[in-house]
């Protein structure tokens, strides 16, 4: 970065990136805490993680659909969306808050005010989920504008800022606990902080032109490289997830789908560089190491950190710092490793630490494991948009943001429920082995996506007696933790995946990045600018 308006630029990305995950956190402490959202606007667990979810399903949809239009709308257009969705969040949600705390609200009105107040809470989530779509939606592309020629190292280096966020986040939240416990709307004031400083900085900068568009590649070519069978992947995780909201039927879901592929492919006329949709698919075991393994890994270290008397988000804060940290020293890594190299040995470093978290006792030995595993899944995500800005400029902001889209949504609708499904089959096999004829009395079937599966009813455990409840508890609280190491599946899945794709470049003649410029790659860029 040389100049001035380069440095604004890309601060400005990392500081919007911030606001990100400073939204994640605080939602996630409201959200969970029982003194604040539950209590204030009387939420059970599922109505609690329906508000979570609203402020994340949201984020896959606008991060995929805004890369379609951004290129014409502008980024400093995509930019002030953004701000603009965290100004309405915070409007919904105090008003949410004068609702349940009106002057002379009578006792007997309250659940109806809790109600009333949840509507508001509920699309200020929406309304947050969309705006923090919007920010990635245009920081990816910008960044990777910016440094075309090091594509790998500055994504990784932008995308500090989301476990930079967490950790400055957790500490604040941490920090503010006892205040919000008395007024939890000083945690909606929090998000607004790193808002208004992303604002300022980036209101008047000059944006790059995307490099596609500077080199003249059309928008039927962007479409063209993500191609029909790549529209076919996200297009049916937007619509499964729409679907799931809105109640729609299997039949209206493929439906739409089809029509929605139908049109895609009339228009771009191309199936998708296989490359591309290769890499669409092991997004989805990536996103599933990545992200769908973060609860059931903090709920295995909270347990020692409260018997230590430490509050549950220092987990939280610890795998951040490490993530934020390293990321900021990708680029010697790259350069040693290339990012397929790079991304090999991360997933065999995940797959080692998953395996020892499934096994291991004690505070030092749960941290030294989870520590392991943090380090492999540190670089998954911003080399992954490195790879797919390098091998695929043409494909603009669409390739670059749709893959992380389709990591999102696979998280939410595949790879979430079916490690709970792993971890709940784990429990009844150790329940039927260990307490016999127990397990049939405290299971309730249910339904997921992937068809009918068995889980504990923890109410039915509650009215067991009371030693063996205890036991039960114990039983169920091991196995799952065990079935980390069948979730090992998924970054060896990666692992063998990362290697075909090295052996594919050593054939061409090594993993060299594509330049649509057709210049030699050396030092940093650049880029043209717009006003």
Not at 483 to 491: D, E, G, K, Q, Y
Not at 504 to 509: A, I, M, N, T
Not at 520 to 525: L, P, S, T, W
Request: some cysteine.
């Amino acid at each position: 970065m040389s100049d001035r308006n380069e440095k604004l630029v890309f601060w400005g990305c990392f500081i919007a990136l911030i606001t990100t995950s400073f939204a994640f956190i605080t939602r996630a402490f409201l959200v969970n805490i029982p003194d604040l959202w539950p209590t204030e606007f009387g939420l059970d667990k599922v109505q609690g993680q329906e508000l979570f979810g609203a402020g994340i399903w949201p984020f896959a949809i606008s991060i995929i659909l805004f890369s379609l239009i951004i290129d014409r709308v502008g980024y400093r257009a995509a930019m002030i969306f953004s701000f603009i969705c965290y100004g309405i969040y915070a409007a919904l949600a105090l008003q949410a808050y004068g609702i349940v705390n009106a002057e002379g609200l009578a006792p007997q009105d309250l659940p109806q005010a809790q109600k009333d107040a949840f509507g508001y809470l509920y699309w200020g989530s929406v309304v947050l989920g969309l705006g923090n779509g919007t920010v990635e939606a245009f920081i990816n592309p910008v960044v990777a504008t910016m440094f075309s020629r090091e594509k790998t190292k500055w994504l990784n280096i932008l995308h500090a800022g989301w476990p930079g966020g967490l950790v400055i986040g957790g500490i604040l939240t941490i920090l503010l606990g006892a205040q919000a416990a008395e007024d939890w709307r000083v945690l909606v004031y929090v998000i607004a902080l790193p808002a208004v400083i992303y604002l300022i900085m980036l209101l008047f900068v000059r944006f790059p032109v995307n490099e596609r568009v500077a080199a003249g590649a059309s928008y039927r070519e962007m479409l063209g490289e993500f191609g029909i069978l790549g529209a076919a992947i996200a297009g049916y995780l937007i619509i499964k997830q729409l679907g799931n909201v809105a109640g729609w039927s299997d039949g209206v879901v493929y439906g739409i789908l089809a029509a929605l592929v139908i049109a895609y492919g009339a228009y771009c006329r191309s199936l998708g560089r296989p490359l591309m949709v290769f890499l669409c698919i092991v997004m989805m075991p990536l996103a599933t190491t990545e992200l769908g393994t973060d609860a059931a890994i903090t709920g295995i270290m909270e347990e020692p950190l409260k018997a230590a008397d430490y509050h549950p988000l220092w987990v939280l804060i610890y795998t951040s710092a490490i993530m934020c940290v390293l990321r900021f020293f990708a680029g010697p890594i790259v350069k040693l490793l290339t990012p397929l190299g790079l991304l090999a040995t991360c997933a065999l470093l995940a797959s080692i630490g998953l395996f020892a978290l499934s096994m291991t006792e004690g505070l030092f030995l749960i941290f030294a494991a989870a520590t392991l595993y943090g380090i492999g899944k540190t670089f998954f995500w911003p080399t992954t948009l490195g790879v797919v800005s390098e091998q695929f400029p043409k494909g603009g902001a669409l390739t670059l943001n749709a893959i992380a889209g389709i990591g999102m949504l696979t998280v939410g609708i595949l790879g979430g429920p079916l490690i709970g499904a792993m971890q709940e089959n784990s429990a009844k096999v150790a329940l039927e082995e260990q307490v016999p004829g127990v397990y049939a009395t405290v299971s309730k079937e249910d339904t997921y996506f992937l068809g009918k599966y068995t889980a504990v009813d923890g109410d039915k455990v509650n009215a067991l007696p009371t030693e063996q409840k205890a036991n039960v508890e114990t039983v169920v609280k091991e196995a799952k933790q065990g079935a980390l190491a069948n979730i090992t599946i998924f970054p060896l899945i990666m692992l063998a995946c990362y290697v075909l794709l090295l052996l594919y470049f050593k054939s061409r003649g090594g993993y060299k990045p594509v330049d649509l410029q057709g210049q030699e790659h050396a030092g940093e860029d650049h880029a043209a600018t717009e006003a």
